[in-house]
Nanobody, 115 residues
Framework: QVQLVESGGGLVQPGGSLRLSCAAS????????MGWYRQAPGKQRELVAT???????NYADSMKGRFTISRDNAKNTVYLQMISLKSEDTAVYYC?????????WGQGIQVTVSS
C-alpha cells in the first residue's frame, strides 16, 4: 500500500505561482513513477506531468513551459512548480504513484486562480 498526501494548494491571482508537494509513505520502495493530474470542474481528469525514479520527466503538451515536476527520492516527495498561472488552471490537482502492479491516488488538492 502507498499513501499520498498533497499540500501547497490554495487561492492565487492570475500570473502568480504555486508549488504543490506530494509526500508518499508506505511501500515507497515499490514506486517507480510519480505524477500529477488535474480535474477542472465539468472536465475529465487529465495528465499534467510524470517523473520516474531516475528523474525522467514527461509533460502533457499543454503543460510544457509553465509547469515543472521534480522529485526528491530521499524525502519520498514529488513537487509541481507552477508559474504564470491562469484561470483555466483552476482545478483539483491529484498526485499519483505507480508501482509495477497498481497505481495510487492522493485525495486531491484545490488550486484556484482568481483575482
Amino acid at each position: 500500500q502507498v499513501q499520498l498526501v498533497e499540500s501547497g494548494g490554495g487561492l492565487v491571482q492570475p500570473g502568480g505561482s504555486l508549488r504543490l508537494s506530494c509526500a508518499a509513505s508506505g511501500s515507497i520502495s515499490s514506486i517507480y513513477v510519480m505524477g500529477w493530474y488535474r480535474q477542472a470542474p465539468g472536465k475529465q481528469r487529465e495528465l499534467v506531468a510524470t517523473v520516474t525514479s531516475g528523474f525522467s520527466t514527461n509533460y502533457a503538451d499543454s503543460m510544457k513551459g509553465r509547469f515543472t515536476i521534480s522529485r526528491d527520492n530521499a524525502k519520498n516527495t514529488v513537487y509541481l512548480q507552477m508559474i504564470s498561472l491562469k484561470s483555466e488552471d483552476t482545478a483539483v490537482y491529484y498526485c499519483r504513484a505507480f508501482t509495477t502492479r497498481l497505481s495510487y491516488w492522493g485525495q486531491g488538492i484545490q488550486v484556484t486562480v482568481s483575482s
